[in-house]
């Protein structure tokens, strides 16, 4: 365990000594100091919200998504299918040996404007029985959202955050 607190990024060298003839130890040299990343919801929605109006998509996560259903008058609010891989995603395990994992969402409804109509945003908590997690290894984590959406939006962005490990990815899906 470190005996330091500073956590700023810098290599920090690991040395073991073996005080018995003959033995060999075999370990990793070093580490980086990297600080835990901020677990409380207003810098994780910050990380979001950053992703989100960005010009760029975030390619920490591979994300596809396709439209299911575009909003109309009648029926203000679009449907989005999201495949996520598996394993970009870290996977930890509860208390019963299960995999799971947290990831945030963050839908943005755009028009013409670069300002968002609508944002909805969730926080998505898998826990899965091992034949769950070897077939979402296999064919992705697969998500429907919903988010309302007027008859004038043009886009969603949809953007993701794997709580564990910080890894965001986003994505836009036009709806026009």
């Known amino acids: 365990t470190p005996s330091h607190d500073e956590w700023d990024g810098k290599f920090r060298e690991i ?7 003959g033995l060999e130890a ?21 990380v979001m919200a950053s992703a989100g109006m960005s010009a760029l998509s975030s390619t920490g996560l591979t ?33 019963q040996g299960q995999p799971d994992a947290t990831l945030d969402m963050l839908l ?5 404007q670069p300002a968002p ?3 909805t945003g969730r926080v998505v908590h ?8 070897d077939q979402m290894m296999k064919g992705g984590v697969r998500l429907t959202l919903d988010v309302d959406a007027p008859a004038n939006s043009r886009r969603v962005r949809v953007v993701a955050r794997d709580a564990a490990s910080g890894k ?3 994505l836009d899906v036009p709806i026009k």
């Open 15 to 21: 040395k073991i000594k073996v005080n018995r003839p």
């Open 26 to 46: 075999r370990y990793r040299k070093g580490y980086y100091a990297m600080a835990d990343l901020p677990t409380d919801p207003k810098s994780r929605q910050a």
């Open 63 to 95: 994300i596809l998504a396709k439209l299911l259903e575009k909003p109309t008058e009648a029926a203000p609010h679009a449907v989005l299918s999201v495949v996520m891989d598996g394993h970009d995603i870290h996977f930890g395990r509860n208390a």
């Open 108 to 112: 943005l409804v755009f028009g013409d």
């Open 117 to 119: 109509l609508n944002q």
């Open 126 to 133: 898998l826990v899965l029985k091992q034949e769950q997690y």
């Open 168 to 170: 965001v990815g986003s």
